[in-house]
Structures are given as structure tokens and as C-alpha cells.
């Protein structure tokens, strides 16, 4: 689904270039735990940021907002790293781990840090910020050619499926559909987040559900081992596709909001 790093990437951009207030970035993030606090995850952070590594002296979500703002940053980009591929990330230590660990991060490049989101508990989410092993080369995914990938992912995964004979139609997947839909969170974007990387969003969204249900056991248990396991690979690329697809769309959100910052007088 749609992660929270998603929407602070986001909103705190817009915020950050003027085309955005305060508050709706925390009702925003609202969506995802109606309580966040903030911690440093090690020294550097927590000298950077003047954030405390002690949970019971955490932050608040307006501390980290100013504080993003005192460092001068412009640009909040979203990772989504899985094991294989943790571009981004600036290499090994503490950072790397935690994002590895909830697959999904914010990295500030123009400072090195990066922050990951982690639900403690029901209704609380911690933001724990980290200095970057080294600086992170962020790779520039362009949202038409994500968008098309994610196409042809689709029908290459619905031709390798029919190819395994584990594509038959489950009893009521549209409801299922619905039902997968329904619960996740109701996010808001920022006015002027750019229409096309809205349009990839929603279909990443759309078929992260259908992922969700095709990744199921099947009822009864009709799928060998084997079926399972070839089914599982089919369906990688996919999601590989779903998950470029989402960091193209809202990074090119933030370039956006950060572009039209520059071109204000």
C-alpha cells in the first residue's frame, strides 16, 4: 500500500516551497496513527536534528517540520528499498537496516540523513532519523517510463500466470478487491501534486491489492508447494514495477513542488 513515507515525502515538500500549510501536513500523516513522535537513531542524528535518542523525550512531527526547514532542505525523497536493491540508501549501517527492516524510508540528500517510519503500536508511529553511511545516489526513475513498465508487468505477469495454470478465477475476488481497497488508509495529496503522478499512484494502488489477493494460499490448499512457489515468481516483476512506480510518482511530486519554489519571484 501506500506507505507514510509516501506522504511525508510529499507533503512535507509542499509545505517546505510554500504550497502547503503546516497543519495539513499533520493531518495528512494522521492517516496513517493519530499520535507520531520523533527519535534520533544515532549520535549525528541527534546532533544534526537536536532530536533525543530517548523514546520518552521524543520529538513531535512540528519539531521534525523545523527542523527540516533549519537544515535549508528542499527535497524529501521517498525510498522503497527491498533486499536486492537498496538503491538510495547510502550504503550499510544503522539506516540501511531500519529501512531494509520496514521497507520504506525518506532520504534528504542534501544532507545525508534519512528518516523511517515504524508502527510502535496501534495508532503510534515513530520517525527515527539516521546519518547516511555515505551520500546516497538517488536514481531518477522518469514517471512516464514507470508507468509503462507497469503495464507491461501486468500483462507479462497475467501471460506467466495462464503459462502456470495457477490463474484460475477465485469465488468472489471482486469483493475481496473491494473489501482490500476499503481498508487501507484514506490519503489526501497536497493541491498541485501533478495529475499524472496521481493517475500511477491510484494504479499502483489498485494493483497492489490484486497482488495481495493473488499472493494469498489458496483456499484449501488446491496449489503443490511447487505452483506456490513458481507463482511467487511470476508475480515479482510486478511488484517490483508497483513499487518503482510509487517512488517515480511521488518523487516527481517533489520535484515539482521544489521547481515551482524556484520559479516564484
Not at 13 to 38: I, Q, R, T
Not at 99 to 119: D, F, H, K, Q, S
Request: proline content about 6%; charged content about 20%; hydrophobic content about 50%.
Amino acid at each position: 500500500m501506500c506507505r507514510p513515507s509516501a506522504t511525508l515525502a510529499v507533503w512535507s515538500s509542499a509545505w517546505l516551497n510554500g504550497a502547503a500549510a503546516s497543519d495539513d501536513v499533520l493531518d495528512a500523516l494522521k492517516a496513517w496513527g493519530e499520535a507520531h513522535d520523533v527519535v534520533a537513531g544515532d549520535p549525528g542524528a541527534s546532533e544534526a536534528f537536536f532530536f533525543s535518542r530517548a523514546y520518552n523525550r521524543a520529538a513531535t512531527p512540528v519539531d521534525l517540520l523545523l527542523a527540516l526547514r533549519a537544515q535549508g532542505i528542499t527535497t524529501v525523497n521517498l525510498v522503497l528499498p527491498v533486499p536486492g536493491d537498496v538503491r538510495g540508501l547510502g550504503g550499510g549501517g544503522l539506516f540501511t537496516e531500519a529501512a531494509l527492516r520496514c521497507g520504506e524510508a525518506i532520504v534528504l540528500p542534501e544532507i545525508a540523513y534519512g528518516i523511517v517510519p515504524e508502527t510502535i503500536a496501534e495508532g503510534l508511529v515513530r520517525w527515527t532519523a539516521y546519518a547516511l553511511e555515505n551520500e546516497a545516489q538517488l536514481e531518477y526513475f522518469p514517471l512516464g517510463e514507470s508507468e509503462h513498465a507497469l503495464t507491461d508487468a501486468i500483462r507479462d505477469s497475467a501471460g506467466a500466470l495462464q503459462a502456470l495454470d495457477v490463474a484460475s478465477d477465485r469465488p468472489g475476488v471482486r469483493a475481496e478487491l473491494s473489501a482490500h481497497l476499503r481498508a487501507r488508509p484514506d490519503v489526501d495529496w497536497p493541491a498541485g501534486t501533478p495529475g499524472r503522478a496521481l493517475r500511477v499512484l491510484q494504479r499502483a494502488e489498485e494493483i497492489s491489492a490484486i497482488l495481495a489477493i493473488a499472493q494469498l494460499d489458496d483456499p484449501g490448499g488446491a496449489l503443490s508447494a511447487s505452483a506456490v512457489t513458481r507463482r511467487a515468481e511470476a508475480l515479482r516483476p510486478l511488484a517490483n514495477a508497483v513499487r518503482i512506480a510509487r517512488c517515480a510518482a511521488v518523487n516527481e511530486a517533489v520535484r515539482v513542488f521544489a521547481e515551482q519554489a524556484d520559479r516564484q519571484p
